[in-house]
T-cell receptor
Framework: GIQVEQSPPDLILQEGANSTLRCNFS?????LQWFHQNPWGQLINLFY???GTKQNGRLSATTVATERYSLLYISSSQTTDSGVYFC???????????FGKGTRLHILP | GAGVSQSPSNKVTEKGKDVELRCDPI?????LYWYRQSLGQGLEFLIY????????KSGLPSDRFSAERTGGSVSTLTIQRTQQEDSAVYLC???????????FGPGTRLLVL
């Protein structure tokens, strides 16, 4: 089956730093999403991005479908950015959604 | 308006019992998703509903799991003959349509003793 790999697995940064999270996938996909799960477990859907670039405040995402990767950029990190960031892909042939194992981000005050 | 709600918020059951989990999506959202997250683990997709259409059930972990969606709104996830490995947080999300932003409920924490 399709493999979804996220890197780095863990990241510790000082408040104010910028970061780039990566998601690689091994097959053609219909769509790609980024999610954030805060330390209390609440999930938020950040981006729905099959290709191209989208921006929302300090966050932006770029997906290069032909090269099978997506990047999530976080600028001027805040402690509220802490948590786990998941990448998920939707396959072309069915309705399944496959998640990566996530990147755990810890922003230090 | 109200967000996605799930009930119960917590459920403790004995191995072998059946459980039913409920999800109330945001009004007007046609797409509804069920996910599972085991303790300290990542997210696992279970099933997706689009309106009243029959879902693809192949993502469900075993034939003990079933899900239905009534009238394109409320959904229930049923686990029969629960096993200890079914212990997890079961999350529901809804979106306006298939390509829309998903809004998550708070989850149901299931513990099978």
């Amino acid at each position: 089956g399709i493999q979804v790999e996220q890197s780095p697995p863990d990241l510790i940064l000082q408040e104010g730093a910028n970061s780039t999270l990566r998601c690689n996938f091994s097959d053609s996909v219909n769509n790609l999403q980024w999610f954030h799960q805060n330390p209390w477990g609440q999930l938020i859907n950040l981006f729905y991005i099959p290709s191209g670039t989208k921006q929302n405040g300090r966050l932006s995402a770029t997906t290069v479908a032909t090269e099978r990767y997506s990047l999530l950029y976080i600028s001027s990190s805040q402690t509220t950015d802490s948590g786990v960031y998941f990448c998920a892909v939707e396959l072309n042939r069915d309705d399944k959604i496959i998640f990566g194992k996530g990147t755990r981000l810890h922003i230090l005050p | 308006g109200a967000g996605v709600s799930q009930s119960p918020s917590n459920k403790v059951t004995e191995k072998g019992k059946d459980v039913e989990l409920r999800c109330d999506p945001i009004s007007g959202h046609t797409a509804l998703y069920w996910y599972r997250q085991s303790l300290g683990q990542g997210l696992e997709f279970l099933i997706y509903f689009q309106g009243n259409s029959a879902p693809d059930k192949s993502g469900l972990p075993s034939d003990r799991f079933s899900a239905e969606r009534t009238g394109g709104s409320v959904s229930t996830l049923t686990i029969q003959r629960t096993q200890q490995e079914d212990s997890a947080v079961y999350l529901c999300a809804s979106s306006l349509d298939r390509r829309g932003t998903q809004y998550f409920g708070p989850g149901t924490r299931l513990l099978v003793l």
